[in-house]
């Protein structure tokens, strides 16, 4: 069982790591920059929690698997994915949707094992599933996605809840995770595809 | 005594979250942005505070009324502040420095709580006053309030060490509180109705 | 020994906070504003180090000498250097890269002294070298250096694989600091001098 989530954990780190190469690679940024953005974005939601919840040192300084992958992932994209036309438009925000589903989920089921409360476990899902992404954002002067009007950090608090709710009524742990991963990542595509948003809440006054 | 701080506490944290939804408000984020807009705002600060001092879990992950008292905020400013010509001027800058009298006595407080000297309790109270903000700040892709040229971070070390001085004098905790908090408003609220501002270090080289 | 290495550290805190003093001059920051930017920049990367590994409550609180040394650099900078004309090109960039030097081998030496593994050394040293300044870019809205064609994260990590590298093959600790200092800053300084960089990861994709 617990194989999985450390597999969904890697995967989501490969996922993110991807993003955050993809977006330096728009940036021109030289290899070890490629290398610095991915791994924020892959580890910086997770480093964030752990260091919230004091599960210190952070999970990727306690297993250099997390850092390996990272590595690989960086070294196969510089090595493949040189020639720009080849890359599928919106490349970036799929595989940035993928992270977010895999990282939410991850970031829940961390605080439920702790026994913290499921109020907290959507929390820490968001987190996990936001916070590299927004850093990797911030460092690139673009408008963070959590920020947009497309649904984004709504995806994540709906799978988050989706888990949490799951695990309470007496799932096991797999049928959780796949039932909250799809829910996050079918509302967060459904939002690029068709560029859904909920309606913004809107204050337009002349001065504050 | 002690619950008057609690007290205080929760209304920094409404205080600061409205801050955050009306910052969101101005971008046009849907109702989950402003949630995530207003936590980060509200806890931001005392996070990293106490990721800092080693007080982890953080203080929102064992008590669950700061996010009660978040969300509760977000949803009334949601249903009540619709009409956006309803809203009075300068309403973010005076929520702000509220919130940032009221968190730089309680980090403050922690610190010397804690037993940390003087010179940190007053760093502490700047990091929970200042930090929330500046994460929003930045998310929204604003100027930092720090970094403008009103006075700001000056009114929030003053408040500190207001905070820490009347403790070290003996006063009772209640006073101190007081005297800090209304040092730390006229000052900042000064600055805004009558644009103050300290005279600038101001270095234009033409290269650096 | 371990003189040297306190010595080394506050150099670089030194060297750091004149590179925030210098940066908030450049924004015409107030007098505390600029002690704030100064900190950040100092203390930044080595308070995200000692969080993620959980050295907390994390060096500056624990040792005031950090805070002191920051307020003396930054009352010297505003009295001395007020005559911008006086202040030579490129003092940003060359305190900066000072800083980066000294601080990748303090942070790859605290992972080392935690018994961490060498890649963790490497991207510890990477952390608090880079980190503040980072974080001084945002703040200023300034592009982040690490993100600039020029080489800096480079720097920064063959630093931290040169110190990793000659504690494994068993040099003493201030000679592996001297080789490793040298080697980060000779390559920055010459990206700085001759506008080197690596070749660029370029993804000019017209949709993502």
């Known amino acids: 069982m617990s194989q999985w989530i450390y597999f969904f954990d890697l995967c989501?780190?490969?996922?993110?790591?991807?993003?955050g190469a993809l977006a330096a690679g728009k940036h021109r940024m030289d290899p070890f920059g490629v290398i610095?953005?991915?791994?924020?974005?892959a580890i910086g939601g997770g480093s964030i929690r752990d260091a919230l919840i004091g599960a210190t040192p952070v999970f990727w300084i306690r297993d250099p698997n997390y850092m390996l992958v990272i590595l690989a992932t960086v070294?196969?994209?510089?090595?493949?994915?040189?020639?720009p036309h080849k890359l599928p438009p919106r490349s970036l925000s799929?595989?940035?949707?993928?992270?977010?589903?895999?990282?939410?989920?991850?970031?829940?089921?961390?605080?439920?094992?702790?026994?913290?409360?499921?109020?907290?476990?959507?929390?820490?899902?968001?987190?996990t599933g936001v916070g590299g992404g927004i850093i990797r954002d911030l460092l690139c002067r673009q408008i963070p996605m959590v920020l947009r009007t497309e649904i984004y950090a709504t995806a994540s608090i709906v799978g988050g809840i989706c888990y949490t709710l799951s695990i309470f009524v007496g799932m096991d742990s797999m049928t959780s995770m796949?039932?909250?991963?799809?829910?996050?990542?079918?509302?967060?595509?459904?939002?690029?595809?068709?560029?859904?948003?909920?309606?913004a809440f809107d204050l337009k006054t002349k001065r504050t």
Chains 1, 2, 3 share one sequence.
Request: positive net charge; aromatic residues 6%; proline residues 1%.
């Open 12 to 19: 989501g780190t490969a996922v993110f790591a991807l993003s």
């Open 36 to 41: 610095v953005l991915a791994s924020v974005t």
């Open 75 to 83: 070294i196969t994209c510089l090595v493949l994915v040189r020639k």
């Open 178 to 199: 796949l039932i909250a991963m799809f829910s996050t990542l079918i509302i967060r595509l459904s939002a690029i595809r068709w560029h859904l948003s909920l309606p």
């Open 94 to 127: 799929i595989a940035d949707a993928l992270g977010l589903a895999l990282f939410t989920v991850i970031g829940a089921e961390k605080a439920l094992l702790l026994e913290l409360s499921g109020m907290v476990a959507v929390v820490m899902g968001l987190i």
